[in-house]
């Protein structure tokens, strides 16, 4: 049974490009949340998504967007990418509604923007 | 003031000892997460607690909800205990809040 398994596992982007993130979910597990964490802080919740739409979201730009697919996995694009975008990007999967189980997260992103 | 405090921020321990990370938090919550990352990012769960205590091996963990605090120990500490330890809330929109992290160190 996989984990939550996120791609790539690093990319090297320039200012002012798109990026786009991969990840699905635990088998089983129908929600997807992104979180940002720059080097030596703890993560900020960027969005949630389940049954294809954003559900919830944190204080980030419009510059970041999401999507979720009909099998659960979902992507995280960010546009117009700036210095302080690098960071490690986490997805971590659960099912909706109050929390049952420990939490599942991939083993990140690691975005640097040069 | 962050939603959900931790500490200490470093904490470095000789092999063997009894480790304390605390984690203070002041919204209403759902659920509280101890989290282990190690270098290379990648964050595993220890424990999801909403009352009471919890022990899985080494490691142990309690809540106090009326206190609004946390603690994690971790008894006769070992090098591959070494890395950043996590404390999150989930509130009641379902979103985690993360506290910064207390990184720890433990020497032979």
């Known amino acids: 049974d996989a984990g939550v398994t996120q791609s790539p596992t690093h990319l090297i982007k320039t200012r002012g490009q798109q990026v786009t993130l991969r990840c699905s979910p635990k088998?089983?597990?129908?929600?997807v949340s992104w979180y940002q964490q720059a080097l030596g802080q703890g993560p900020q919740f960027i969005f949630q998504y389940y049954e294809e739409e954003e559900r919830q979201r944190g204080n980030f730009p419009d510059r970041f967007s999401g999507h979720q697919f009909p099998n659960y996995s979902s992507e995280l694009n960010v546009n117009a990418l700036l210095l302080g975008d690098s960071a490690l990007y986490l997805c971590?999967?659960?099912?909706?509604?109050?929390?049952?189980?420990?939490?599942?997260f991939g083993s990140g992103t690691q975005l640097s923007v040069l | 003031k962050n939603e959900v405090e931790q500490s200490p921020q470093n904490l470095t321990a000789q092999e063997g000892e009894f480790i304390t990370i605390n984690c203070s938090y002041s919204?209403?919550?759902?659920?509280l997460h101890w989290l282990q990352q190690h270098p290379g990012g990648g964050i595993v769960s220890l424990f999801m607690?909403?009352?009471g205590k919890k022990k899985h091996g080494r490691l142990i963990a309690t809540i106090n909800i009326q206190e609004k605090h946390s603690s994690l120990h971790i008894t006769a500490s070992h090098p591959r205990d070494s890395a950043v330890y996590i404390c999150?809330?989930?509130?009641?929109?379902?979103?985690?809040?993360f506290g910064t992290g207390t990184r720890l160190q433990v020497t032979l």
């Open positions: 088998s089983g597990h129908d929600t």
């Open positions: 971590a999967s659960s099912l909706r509604g109050p929390p049952r189980e420990k939490l599942f």
């Open positions: 999150a809330v989930t509130g009641t929109a379902s979103k985690l809040t």
């Open positions: 919204v209403g919550i759902s659920a």
């Open positions: 607690l909403s009352s």
